[in-house]
Nanobody, 122 residues
Framework: EVQLQASGGGLVQPGGSLRLSCAVSGFDFDDYTIGWFRQAPGKEREGVSC????????TYADSVEGRFTISRDDAKNTFYLQMDNLEAEDTANYYC???????????????WGRGTQVTVSS
């Protein structure tokens, strides 16, 4: 059974940092592109970042470029999203997923984890 478990969300002040983790099981982790989506209240779910299995390249949404960093630890079957200089607009439920595609051509996922809430507020 494919499982993805996100953790690390919380309440943080603007300008602060959080690191999200996603532990995966039930599939060959290093065979998949993996990444993060988010959904804010009243908004559509959007792709945030992904990292590809074939070459380790990553893609970021314009809104987080330069502030967020995605990484993966294949030995631990875990990947991460380091979020720095957080803004109120980053408040959302963050989901980890395995991705079929990510980038300018679109974002699509195969398997989803449960979300973890990130709230940026003073």
């Amino acid at each position: 059974e494919v499982q993805l478990q996100a953790s690390g969300g919380g309440l943080v002040q603007p300008g602060g940092s959080l690191r999200l983790s996603c532990a995966v099981s039930g599939f060959d982790f290093d065979d998949y592109t993996i990444g993060w989506f988010r959904q804010a209240p009243g908004k559509e779910r959007e792709g945030v970042s992904c990292i590809r299995e074939r070459d380790g390249s990553s893609t970021y949404a314009d809104s987080v470029e330069g502030r967020f960093t995605i990484s993966r630890d294949d030995a631990k079957n875990t990947f991460y999203l380091q979020m720095d200089n957080l803004e109120a607009e980053d408040t959302a439920n963050y989901y980890c997923a395995t991705l079929d595609d990510c980038g300018p051509g679109g974002w699509s996922a195969s398997y989803w984890g449960r979300g973890t809430q990130v709230t940026v507020s003073s």
